[in-house]
């Protein structure tokens, strides 16, 4: 992830973001991605974080409502891509790769 952030537009996500105003930061990264649609490479939103941040998160939100909120988040962005007309999506992780395929109807 790391190598591919630094050759590709990359954008971390921003889980008090998710938390404040879900739709709205769905659109706000929506309209990123659609900025990015020339590029050479595929843009790359991550939810991957260091340990300390991960944790003063999980201790803010809780484990749980952390986890489910990040899997909301890319269902619904994953949705808000698929109406803007964008085919094809790379996805990593178990549990978030799973709930965009049934997203997307897979």
Known sequence: MAAYRQQAPARAVDLSACFTDLESYVRTLTDWVDAQRDAPLAPMIYATTEPQTLQRIQAQY?????????????????????????????????????????????
């Open 62 to 106: 809780g484990d749980k409502a952390s986890s489910e909120r990040v899997e909301q988040l890319f269902a619904a962005l994953a949705a808000a891509l698929k109406a803007n007309g964008f085919t094809r999506f790379i996805v990593a992780g178990g549990e978030t790769s799973s709930i965009v395929a049934q997203t997307l109807g897979g």
